[in-house]
């Protein structure tokens, strides 16, 4: 997937605006507010707020540690891992707007301090050894070449750090119907399995402690988000924000290829050699 095909899938025009209006149609001050206040909307992954504090606990990290947040998107996970670890994230993301946006998000909620958003590229502007953990969350769909940045990863970790996978993987290897949340078409998705993950996590320096399946926690939590919207309506700030228009047909996709069992929602815990 090209840089420019990935900025406008992930970032449409109009996107700042409408995220803003969310946030006061919320009723939060839209220049004070915390990160759990704007989860449902910057927790882009399967299982929410909830996955991000599976993952924040595999890392292994306290106080003081750097972390590195692969294709960081607007900062939600980067700000709940700050939050409740009390570290440094620095999260790397192709897409201008999302880093842009996601720093005022941070300062608006206290975390400037704490959290950083770049824009990059992993692949080529990582500093060797400058993190203690890495994470990156539902990203690895549309990265075609995931030995580059995996290899990438590990030269920027110290030895023994450890890196937290967590992607919507294949079980079936069936094509999925599209378009999905990641993807509008089949040529920019690149999802694999978790054997084809974990090879590659191996010959790039790190070996592999656990993997497991969150998906009844992301069952769960869409269930009671959809549970909420048809009694209540659909909430001021949600992913729809980011989608509009399209939201139902790429949910719709994703959630008929998890019950038919086609992919899961895998985490993966590497250790860097």
């Known amino acids: 997937m090209s840089v420019d095909r990935v900025t406008s899938h992930y970032a449409p025009e109009g996107f700042e605006q409408r995220i803003d ?3 006061r149609a919320a009723g939060l001050n839209p220049q004070h507010f915390s990160a759990l206040d704007i989860a449902p909307m910057d927790e882009f992954h399967l299982g929410g707020l909830d996955a991000t504090h599976r ?20 900062g939600g996970p980067a700000r709940a891992v700050a939050s409740q670890m009390e570290c440094q994230v620095t999260g790397m993301d192709l897409t201008p707007q999302y880093v842009a946006l996601g720093n005022k998000l ?4 206290g975390l400037a301090s704490r ?13 060797d050894q400058a993190f203690d953990a890495a994470m990156m969350l539902h990203v690895g769909m549309n990265i075609a070449d995931k030995t580059a940045v995996f290899l990438a990863v ?12 967590y992607d919507v993987m294949s079980s ?10 990641w993807s509008a078409t089949e040529d920019t998705s690149f999802v694999e399995s978790p054997d084809q993950y974990i090879e590659k996590l ?4 790190f070996n592999i402690e656990t993997q497991g399946s969150l998906l009844e926690l992301a069952m769960g939590v869409l269930a009671a988000a959809r549970a909420r919207a048809e009694a209540h309506g659909p909430p001021p700030l949600g992913l729809h924000v980011l989608f509009e228009d399209e939201y139902k047909a790429r949910f719709a996709n994703l959630i008929a290829a998890l019950n038919a069992g086609d992919i899961a929602p895998i985490m993966i815990v590497a250790r860097a050699a």
């Open 172 to 181: 079936t290897g069936r094509p999925l119907e599209y378009p999905v949340p």
């Open 106 to 109: 941070s300062a608006r909620c």
């Open 115 to 127: 959290v950083t958003l770049v824009e990059g590229d992993v692949t080529k502007d990582l500093p």
């Open 55 to 74: 993952v924040a606990q595999w890392l292994a990290i306290g106080p003081g540690d750097r972390v590195l947040d692969v294709g960081a998107g607007l």
């Open 21 to 23: 209006d969310a946030i």
């Open 154 to 165: 590990r030269r920027a970790l110290v030895p023994g750090a450890r890196f937290v996978v």
């Open 202 to 205: 191996e010959v790039t320096g």
